[in-house]
């Protein structure tokens, strides 16, 4: 099976990120510009509602929150309480709602969501499909989802010290059917030193 690329358990996964959440974003501090090029693929409109599923530090609120305008609604979401601690320790609950639990039961009802960013989060999981099966029951069709990471597949697995697997899940060959399958259309996709960004649109039937 393509879904695990990584092999921890929940509770592993909230270990490891917690001792990394109070310094998350100093260590990456050039990755905005890639944020940006994800959010403007949502395509969000003022008024709606945008997830951002393993949120982390919260560090995509700003530019969620000017996509949706004052009248829309940011909901991050992300298991390590750490993480959202961090996040409401950097004044981000002034921009979205923070949510300690699973991006793979979120706490929403069906087809509200105009888009989801998922930064840094599909080979965290356990089960890619069903965690895009449950992104897809909470977006509305015609909705958007980045499946996201500010970097490309190749300079974060030299970053690792890992060569690419073909097993990855964020390959493109991968992720197409795993998205078709759970209810979204691959519109584009972005594997370059700049950014990894993979647009699908929600479809209906
Ligand atoms: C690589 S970090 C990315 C954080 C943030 N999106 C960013 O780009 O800065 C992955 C995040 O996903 C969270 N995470 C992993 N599995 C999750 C799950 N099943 N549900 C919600 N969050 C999860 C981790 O706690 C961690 O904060």
């Known amino acids: 099976m393509i879904m695990k690329s990584e092999s921890r358990t929940p509770a592993e996964t909230r270990a490891f ?15 905005e510009p890639a944020f940006a090029t994800a959010v403007a693929a949502l395509a969000l409109a003022p008024g709606s509602l945008v997830v951002d599923a393993g949120c982390g530090t919260a560090r995509a609120f700003p530019l969620l929150r000017a996509a949706v305008g004052p009248e829309g609604r940011v909901l991050g979401v992300d298991l390590t309480p750490e993480m959202i601690q961090s996040a409401r320790d950097r004044g981000r609950g002034a921009l979205g709602g923070l949510v300690i639990g ?3 039961r979120l706490p929403l009802p069906d087809g509200v969501a105009a888009g989801v960013l998922a930064a840094g989060l599909i080979s965290h999981v356990p089960d890619s499909g069903e965690l895009l099966w449950e992104l897809a029951r909470v977006t509305m069709p015609g909705g958007r989802l980045a499946v996201f ?31 078709h399958r759970a209810g979204w259309a691959l519109l584009d996709f972005h594997d370059a030193d700049d950014r990894y960004l993979a647009v699908a649109e929600r479809v209906t039937g």
């Open 17 to 31: 990120f917690a001792e990394r959440a109070g310094t998350w974003e100093e260590k990456y501090p050039d990755d």
């Open 102 to 104: 699973d991006a793979g």
């Open 149 to 179: 990471h500010p970097v490309g597949r190749a300079v974060l697995a030299a970053r690792h010290g890992r060569e690419l697997s073909p097993s990855d899940v964020r390959a493109e060959e991968n992720l197409r059917p795993l998205l």
